[in-house]
């Protein structure tokens, strides 16, 4: 089955600093990645809407300098936190969608990364 | 308006018991697709059922069902003979137009399920 990791699982990371986190579909080619953050005990908010070899999509509020996204292969997608400060410590999820076929289990999502910023 | 409702915080269920999680949704578009995720602790987001909006028939799989009620724009999933391992926090998700377009998803609040032993 499609298998989508995100790499690191957790990080810890002082005020000021930058953070990249990576997702890849490990299985499958993902035109499209989808990435979301989620504060505890809350659902998961979309960010941004990646697509390979094309500038990502932000959603409104979402701050494209902060959040830099470079989808530079099919099967690559990252994620870096510029700057990184207190706030936006949260745990960060992708998702990659399979578009061999039309398979309706259509988002497949990685683990997540648990972002902590001192 | 928000797209997905999922009104209850917490459910608890007795083991072996089945319970209904709820969800109503919100759109207007004719084609949309309804999912339903399992996130335990770890966070990872586990895919458990699916029903698009032309299936006429509710879709199951394995012990869980969605109660798929089109004119009252509910989704609800069963799950039947909880176990302790159900203990998780559920969402129901939402994705206009047709299938596998890339169109992103509308999450619910979720719903947090504690099964009693």
């Known amino acids: 089955g499609a298998v989508v990791s995100q790499h690191p699982s957790r990080v810890i990371c002082k005020s000021g600093t930058s953070v990249k986190i990576e997702c890849r579909s490990l299985?499958?080619?993902?035109?499209?990645m989808f990435w979301y953050r989620q504060f505890p005990k809350q659902s998961l908010m979309l960010m941004a809407t990646?697509?390979?070899?094309?500038?990502?999509?932000?959603e409104q509020g979402v701050e494209k300098d902060k959040f830099l996204i470079n989808h530079a292969s099919l099967t690559l997608s990252t994620l870096t936190v510029t700057s990184a400060h207190p706030e936006d410590s949260s745990f960060y999820i992708c998702?990659?969608?399979?578009?061999?076929?039309?398979?309706?289990?259509?988002?497949?999502f990685g683990p997540g990364t648990r972002l902590t910023v001192l | 308006a928000q797209k997905i409702t999922q009104t209850q915080p917490g459910m608890f269920v007795q083991e072996k018991e089945a319970v209904t999680l709820d969800c109503t949704y919100d759109?207007?578009?004719?084609?949309?697709?309804l999912f339903w995720y399992k996130q335990p602790s770890s966070g990872e987001m586990i895919f458990l059922i699916y029903?698009?909006?032309?299936?006429?028939q509710n879709a199951t799989e394995g012990r869980y069902s969605l109660n798929f009620q089109k004119a009252r724009k509910s989704a609800n999933l069963v799950i039947s003979a909880s176990q302790l391992g159900d203990s998780a926090m559920y969402f129901c998700?939402?994705?206009?137009?047709?299938?596998?377009?890339?169109?992103?998803?509308?999450f619910g609040t979720g719903t947090s399920l504690t099964v009693i032993p």
């Open positions: 299985d499958f080619q993902a035109t499209t």
């Open positions: 998702s990659a969608r399979d578009n061999s076929l039309a398979v309706y289990n259509e988002q497949f």
């Open positions: 759109t207007s578009d004719q084609s949309y697709g």
């Open positions: 029903q698009g909006s032309y299936d006429e």
């Open positions: 990646s697509n390979e070899g094309s500038k990502a999509t932000y």
């Open positions: 998700a939402m994705r206009e137009g047709l299938p596998n377009t890339g169109n992103q998803f509308y």
